[in-house]
């Protein structure tokens, strides 16, 4: 089955090439079936997360009807950025299977600064408003 899934990856990486895409494909199969495939579609979109782990992704939460992948091997032809790493593991893949290892030297985009906001005596409140919320949400899914 492999065999018959890397054709199709490549076959999918041609025709992003066509449309001035990133040469990237993915295919995610569950039970031995293809229930999903797509190509990078980010630059004809202007959609940052238009990349082709997180199109068949979204396909294949349609086709099953759930966010979770649970069952699912998701094959693509490149290693999966940080992004997309990310949103894989949220979706519940159980396995990933990639053709090519990405280039250790490429350094991905990272100038991009994350940090808590300063909380003080005007939002204080908020902050605790927030907390009581998300433990009320939690603790009634469990």
């Known amino acids: 089955m492999d065999n018959k899934i890397f054709r199709l990856l490549i076959k999918l990486t041609k025709k992003a090439m066509k449309k001035k895409e990133a040469p990237i494909a ?14 990078n579609k980010r630059n004809s979109s202007n959609i940052t997360m238009d990349h082709a782990e997180i199109k068949a992704i979204q396909a294949a939460n349609k086709k099953i009807k759930s966010w979770r992948l649970n069952k699912c091997t998701l094959y693509v032809t490149l290693e999966p950025c940080e992004m997309c790493k990310s949103v894989i593991k949220e979706s519940r893949i159980e396995k990933v299977i990639y053709l090519l290892s990405r280039d250790i030297r ?37």
């Open 26 to 39: 993915a295919v995610i199969v569950l039970n031995k079936k293809i229930i999903a495939k797509a190509y």
């Open 106 to 142: 490429k350094k991905q985009y990272n100038k991009t600064v994350f940090e808590p906001a300063i909380i003080n005596s005007e939002n204080y409140q908020i902050l605790e408003n927030y907390k009581k919320q998300l433990s009320e949400f939690w603790e009634n899914k469990r």
